[in-house]
């Protein structure tokens, strides 16, 4: 029994030495080590059959399996990186140009020469540092004191400053001092002929990277001078970014940021975000029982073995909240460059440093994002691909990957470009391209089977017949929402999660007791513009023929179609003010006319959001002509020609100027 007693210790010994190995091996911060020091010789002390060590063994073995001091080195080289883009993804060239430009800011910070700054009141000294350190590639600057010296960095920034102490003025202490407070990046190494232990370590505690005694060997100032430097650069080089695409379902948020990945070389993680309502899954638990487990922040660094992966959180404006916490609250620490340098997890109960991570955020409206998490993150906008664009995308990406994933490529069927066409305006509707992608699947089946089935010889041409066959009736007519102009009805631009949508507003009066119905699950938002619209066209009756007392015995109906479906937003205000114009004046509005805009009590109309999205919305319509708010015309202007072709835009900024354009002449028959 004695002898089993003994083995099972020599057991526990061995697991605490390995575990103790490990940490050493890991290369974990001195505060980090500690920790774990500390852990393991509390296991020392408990049993391995108490629940306790088991805990304590796994918290170890996670720490010391994080990459604590494990990055990848950036591939930056922008011709790779442009093709990796343009490999997986058509248009969306503002996009690329946004990413492109991060690269190159890191190409110019990392091929920047070191910029040192030599303080000295001898003159012999001065020169001899500044002709090595100058032949070393260093861009050397000199100053005989210490108020020449603050007046070189109140000029420009320096990666690191070489400074004696005695010196007439302010003096190598004050220098140092100064640049901690105000340039805590910088580092400073002192050399002086007054070396003394007080004065060294004076120095050292005030934030001195190194201190160096005269007479000194100049090799020794060279490897102090690499190590300050590449200190410094790693500190500046690890600092990531946080961008955030936004757009509609379907147009490559999620693609492009992998291709991101794979253009700066490095690795890739994702975490879905939808429907999250625990904050634990962000900030992880707490070690307060078996199954605690870290967030999903850390595990996926852990699992990508490295500090500087791209981590993309997908669906941010789809989190839940409920009494578990607020998982939003938790990632303003997360996405902080302020902060995330030292990120606590609950489990881990130490710092991880999150600023090297590259985060990219995804949400198709970036409204429904938290305001403070939005002020954290720039914001890329992915707007929905027009009618070419998705053509062009069809032909290059959908439908090769369809033929090759139904196993059709011995015998590859020839999409012809007017079959894609109709695909794309008769059976889908959408900003993005996943509808056209499964319908184009659809085809591929069906000719699969007909391969199988041996009813097809041959390659397969698909043509327009060939797609009402294999997917029937078309779904949607290219053509105004109404088949002539009526009295009280006009067309909206509105921009939803899924990009830009086409809405009817139908006004109706009736004998009443002055009451504004509004019907169709509007939003307060559309209510609110609704009693705008209504108060401005009574205080401005007189002007537009409208007799003055025509509110006081009747009631006006407002709806708006497809009432299942919830709806709000300013957009639709200049669109109701037309309905209910068309409605007192008689004047049957404009079919082929769409409108978008917020309005005001005094008849102006205020810019809105979405511009594009919501033109691609009005030609997939079929519609001719769009009236938008003047103060859109710098979003207007730099559309390119593929977006507005085909589109007449009329700015307008008062009620009065869309009335003329929307509004024809009074209908033979007054209502």
């Avoid at 991570?357 to 993150?377: G, H, K, P, S």
């Avoid at 085809?443 to 009402?468: H, L, M, Q, W, Y």
């Avoid at 108060?535 to 497809?562: K, L, Q, T, W």
């Avoid at 003329?660 to 209502?671: A, D, F, I, K």
Wanted: hydrophobic share 40%; aromatic share 6%.
């Amino acid at each position: 029994m004695k002898f089993f007693r003994k083995s099972e210790e020599d057991e526990q010994e061995a697991v605490l030495d390995e575990l103790r190995q490990k940490i050493a091996d890991a290369k974990m911060p001195p505060e980090v080590e500690k920790v774990a020091l500390q852990e393991l010789e509390t296991l020392s002390k408990i049993s391995p059959s108490a629940s306790e060590y088991t805990i304590g063994l796994t918290y170890i073995d996670y720490l010391v399996s994080l990459p604590w001091n494990r990055r990848t080195e950036d591939t930056l080289d922008l011709n790779r990186a442009e093709r990796i883009l343009n490999e997986g993804h058509y248009g969306l060239y503002a996009v690329k140009e946004r990413i492109l430009e991060h690269m190159a800011v890191k190409v110019l910070v990392a091929n920047r020469k070191p910029r040192l700054l030599i303080v000295d009141d001898e003159e012999i000294a001065r020169k001899n540092l500044f002709h090595v350190l100058s032949r070393d590639s260093y861009e050397v600057y000199t100053a005989a004191d210490g108020n020449e010296a603050l007046d070189r960095l109140r000029s420009m920034e320096f990666d690191a400053v070489i400074t004696d102490i005695k010196m007439p003025g302010k003096d190598g202490i004050e220098i140092l001092e100064h640049i901690r407070t105000k340039y805590p990046d910088t580092r400073v190494i002192i050399i002086t002929g007054y070396a003394t232990v007080p004065s060294a370590v004076e120095a050292m505690k005030k934030g001195a990277f190194y201190y160096i005694a005269k007479p000194f060997k100049l090799e020794e100032v060279r490897t102090t001078l690499r190590q300050a430097l590449e200190e410094r650069k790693e500190a500046r080089s690890v600092r990531g970014s946080v961008l955030c695409f936004a757009g509609p379902p379907g147009t490559g948020k999620t693609s492009m940021g992998r291709a991101v990945a794979r253009a700066l070389g490095r690795k890739f993680a994702r975490i879905s975000l939808g429907g999250m309502r625990d904050e634990a899954e962000i900030r992880g638990h707490r070690r307060t029982y078996v199954g605690a487990r870290p967030g999903r922040i850390i595990e996926e660094i852990r699992r990508a073995e490295a500090g500087n992966p791209v981590v993309m959180l997908d669906e941010l404006d789809k989190i839940g909240h409920d009494f578990k916490g607020d998982p939003d609250a938790a990632l303003l620490e997360v996405l902080d460059p302020e902060q995330n340098h030292s990120f606590v997890d609950h489990y881990l109960d130490v710092p991880f440093d999150l600023s090297g991570v590259l985060f990219i955020l995804t949400a198709n409206v970036v409204e429904n994002v938290q305001t403070a998490l939005r002020d954290r993150m720039e914001v890329i906008e992915f707007s929905g691909y027009t009618q070419e664009e998705k053509a062009e995308i069809a032909a290059r990406f959908l439908i090769p990957r369809q033929i090759r994933d139904k196993g059709l490529s011995a015998h590859s069927p020839v999409f012809r470009q007017e079959a894609v066409y109709k695909i794309i305006n008769e059976y889908t509707h959408e900003a993005g391209t996943r509808s056209l992608e499964r319908k184009i699947a659809d085809i591929c089946r069906k000719i699969a089977r007909d391969t199988v089935s041996g009813a097809g010889t041959g390659p397969v041409e698909v043509d327009s017949s060939f797609v009402e066959h294999c997917l029937g009736q078309r779904r949607y007519l290219c053509g105004a929402p109404e088949k002539e102009d009526r009295v009280g009805v006009t067309a909206g631009l509105v921009w939803a999660e899924s990009g830009g949508e086409i809405i009817l507003v139908e006004a109706a009066k009736m004998r009443g007791k002055k009451e504004l119905i509004l019907t169709g699950s509007l939003g307060e938002v559309m209510k609110e513009s609704a009693q705008a619209a209504l108060s401005y066209i009574r205080s401005n009756a007189e002007s537009f023929g409208i007799p003055d007392d025509f509110f006081e015995h009747h009631d006006i109906h407002i709806h708006v179609p497809s009432g299942a479906i919830r709806k709000d937003g300013p957009s639709a205000g200049i669109t109701i003010a037309m309905a209910l114009l068309s409605l007192l004046t008689g004047r049957p509005a404009r079919r082929e006319v769409a409108l978008s805009g917020e309005i005001t009590l005094t008849g102006r109309i205020l810019p809105v959001g979405g511009i594009k999205e919501k033109i691609l919305a009005a030609k997939r319509a079929c519609i001719t002509d769009i009236v938008l708010p003047e103060a859109n015309r710098p979003e207007t202007d730099a559309l390119p020609d593929a977006v507005k072709g085909g589109i007449a835009l009329h700015l307008v900024s008062s009620i009065e100027e869309a009335a003329r354009l929307v509004l024809r002449e009074r209908h033979p028959r007054t209502l």
